[in-house]
């Protein structure tokens, strides 16, 4: 039986020194970060090591990707590091639930809904999810070519409706689930640096709107029918109107409205590209895809996937994890110095604008040996591993609170795909990835369905 990878201690190894890219007058570097900010980011890491300080229309933004400063950032000396301006931009459309709090309304919030996440609870979620990916994966037919990014998204939110408001809600809610595809779907930069836009009249921000006008409503319309009920519901929304603090507190309407939106805001799109990206992976490298779905064979002694199985997809769950690595679909975390710092003897004045590019750290070969291939293998054995190298979900207080919910769609999700259908690419040209806000094909990716042999 193979053991786990183990964590190997910093070392004498220590993050490079500090070197200044100036850009353009006033724009910095404003120009190539918006034609292709992860190449432009990968590629200043890579040619001035792992602390460039940049200059965007006026701001000091300093780019990190080494363990020690982004252990320091989100863990050790996280009370000096607040919420980016990009978070913070999302308030006024998505309130102030965990993703965009800070301070005590974050502590508090996270006190109050971290219970739900717990293990008990996730039985309950998984078999929600394989529910929804079954009722999916039986109007597919051998020989199609599907968009398996549209069909990880459609996945993803009908997983998202039925674990908040029950398992029944988006068969019966499609108006509200098209408005969940709508808001998530195209929430693209534009919306967050220019609030303008918004109030643009092109069609594409009409609907946008509208689609938030109707979910904002909904949520509300739900919260306030729940709130009249004799019982709370057995569903997460049921849990979190039950929900409090040990001194009593709970949530206002307000506030449930907010973290409602986050879940949708986090459970959706970021799940659907974990499984877009795996999905793709093991379409072009057929002998992993054959391991896994052989696993999922001997795991389910040839039938369908159950709840109880998600332990035992060891090497589906390796797939997952590769998965994240090569394509964290949160590929950069953003913070903003609250105060004057240090990362180590690195001042930090305040206002500085921190980013955290996790997609460098990911496929650094300082700690990954062929950092750009795919190989699951590498969290099956004894491999030393690096402290703080992996964050697909962030880490230290403030890491992604459903990120046990998140794998579990993931492996459950692959693996029920897997059991039914073997995947090839329709085009040999590899997938380019489209970063801004999330890590998303550049263009459709297209898979064949096949039999599956097993």
């Known amino acids: 039986m193979t053991e786990p990878a183990r964590e190997m201690d910093a070392g004498a190894d220590v993050p490079t020194d500090l070197v200044q890219v100036e850009g353009l007058p006033f724009l910095g570097s404003l120009l190539p970060i918006r034609r292709n900010a992860l190449g432009f980011f990968s590629r200043m890491l890579r040619d001035h090591g792992d602390r460039v300080q940049l200059r965007v229309l006026g701001r000091k ?6 363990p020690d400063d982004i252990e320091e950032v989100l863990v050790r000396d996280r009370d000096s590091f607040g919420r980016s301006a990009e978070i913070r931009r999302l308030r006024p459309i998505f309130g102030n639930g965990l993703l965009a709090s800070d301070g005590a309304l974050w502590r508090r919030q996270r006190n109050i809904v971290q219970p739900s996440f717990q293990h008990n609870a996730m039985t309950d979620y998984a078999s929600i999810m394989l529910k929804c990916i079954s009722k999916q994966l039986s109007e597919w037919r051998i020989g199609e070519v599907r968009d ?19 398992s029944e809600f988006a068969a019966h809610n499609l108006e509200i689930t098209n ?14 640096y220019l609030p303008i836009w918004r109030s643009l009249p092109f069609a594409r921000n009409t609907r946008w709107n509208h ?13 306030g029918e729940r709130r009249s009920c004799a019982e709370a519901g057995n569903d997460l929304l049921g849990s979190l109107l039950s929900a409090h603090d040990s001194d009593g507190y709970t949530m206002s309407d307000e506030q449930l409205h907010d973290e409602i939106l986050t879940l949708f805001l986090a459970g959706h799109e ?3 590209l974990s499984l877009t990206w795996a999905a ?12 896994a779905a052989e696993e999922v064979f001997t795991v389910a002694a040839g039938g369908d996937v159950r709840a109880e199985h998600y332990p035992h997809l060891r090497f589906v769950t390796a797939v997952a994890k590769e998965a994240l690595r090569l394509y964290p679909p949160v590929w950069s975390l953003g913070r903003v110095a609250t105060k004057d710092c240090a990362l180590g003897s690195l001042p930090v004045v305040k206002e500085t604008d921190i980013w955290l590019c996790l997609h460098r750290l990911h496929r650094d070969p300082r700690w990954y040996p062929e950092p750009e291939r795919f190989r699951p293998e590498r969290w099956l054995g004894n491999q030393v591993q690096r402290r703080v190298t992996y964050a697909p979900f962030g880490i230290g207080p403030r ?3 459903g990120q046990h919910f998140a794998m579990a769609e993931t492996v459950l999700g692959l693996a029920s795909m897997l059991r039914r259908f073997s995947f090839s690419p329709t085009s040999s040209v ?14 459709s990716i297209e898979l064949r369905l096949q039999h599956r042999n097993l």
Not at 211 to 223: D, G, P, Y
């Open 399 to 401: 890491v992604c609170i």
């Open 280 to 291: 793709y992976l093991v379409a072009t490298h057929p002998e992993i895809q054959e391991r």
């Open 148 to 166: 398996i990014h549209a069909d990880m998204m459609r996945y993803t939110r009908e997983t998202i409706c039925s674990v908040l408001f029950g």
């Open 270 to 272: 970021t799940a659907a």
């Open 61 to 66: 933004v300093i780019l990190l990707c080494h």
């Open 430 to 443: 590899p997938a380019e990835v489209n970063a801004w806000i999330s890590l998303r094909p550049r263009k």
């Open 211 to 223: 689609a938030v006008k109707l979910l904002n409503h909904s949520i509300r319309t739900i919260i």
């Open 179 to 192: 408005a969940v595809s709508v808001v998530f779907g195209d929430l693209r930069a534009e919306i967050l």
